[in-house]
């Protein structure tokens, strides 16, 4: 089986400090990706890569950064956190066949 | 602009009826569609797909219809249950892709006894 896994289940940061998220998959995949998730909003993608060191801006990819230094770990970042930046992250990557597997996300709580 | 539709935010049907989930979409390059499940504080599943190939595809009690002159694709599940109760995401790739996938909003159903 696929596996995705993110470094938190629960992060709470304060305004302006710099945050990382990590993600990493064990089945070799090129594609990886970051989404949040907010009620009523659905999944919004944050940014993708499909391969190292490459990496393509999604749909609301401001106030964030990406790194994808090796194949099986892609981090998001972001730089300055802000209260609007409260949301669900999840991570998912994306193989030969048409479907993305998704990690368990990573509720993001900035106060 | 929402590329991906789904206009009915909820849904609530009765334990042993049949759900219908309905997607709509604008983009005639997609031409492969999936349905997502997400429990809360979960990631999403992967349910069922479709090639636009096809204008149907069964999967034990979830089966998808495809009518691409309409745009539309729907999710039955025949019969509901209780544990089918979560927020289930539309999604399309376009033919040229890099894998992205793009995602409706989401239709909550809640199935009760």
């Known amino acids: 089986d696929v596996k995705v896994t993110q470094s938190s289940r629960y992060l709470v940061k304060r305004t302006g400090e710099k945050v990382f998220l990590e993600c990493v998959q064990d089945?070799?995949?090129?594609?990886m990706f970051w989404y949040r998730q907010d009620p009523g909003l659905g999944l919004r993608l944050i940014y993708f890569?499909?391969?190292?060191?490459?990496?393509e801006k999604g749909d609301i990819p401001e106030g964030y950064s990406v790194s994808r230094e090796k194949k099986e770990r892609f981090s998001l970042i972001l730089e300055s956190a802000s209260t609007n930046q409260t949301s669900m992250y999840l991570c998912?990557?994306?193989?030969?066949?048409?479907?993305?597997?998704f990690g368990p996300g990573t509720r993001l709580t900035v106060t | 602009d929402q590329q991906v539709k789904q206009n009915s935010p909820s849904l609530s049907v009765q334990e042993g009826r049949i759900s219908i989930l309905n997607c709509d979409y604008t983009?005639?390059?997609?031409?492969?569609f999936l349905w997502y499940k997400k429990y809360p504080a979960e990631g999403p599943t992967f349910l069922i797909s479709?090639?636009?190939?096809?204008d149907k595809n069964e999967d034990g009690r979830f089966t998808v219809f495809l009518n691409k002159s309409a745009k539309h694709l729907s999710l039955h599940i025949v019969p509901s249950q209780p544990g089918d109760s979560a927020v289930y995401f539309c999604?399309?790739?376009?033919?040229?892709?890099?894998?992205?996938?793009?995602f409706g909003r989401g239709t909550q159903l809640t199935v009760w006894p």
């Open positions: 998912a990557s994306h193989g030969t066949s048409g479907q993305q597997y």
């Open positions: 089945m070799d995949h090129e594609n």
């Open positions: 890569s499909y391969d190292v060191k490459m990496k």
């Open positions: 983009n005639s390059m997609f031409d492969y």
């Open positions: 479709i090639s636009s190939i096809k």
């Open positions: 999604a399309a790739i376009p033919g040229s892709t890099l894998g992205r996938l793009y």
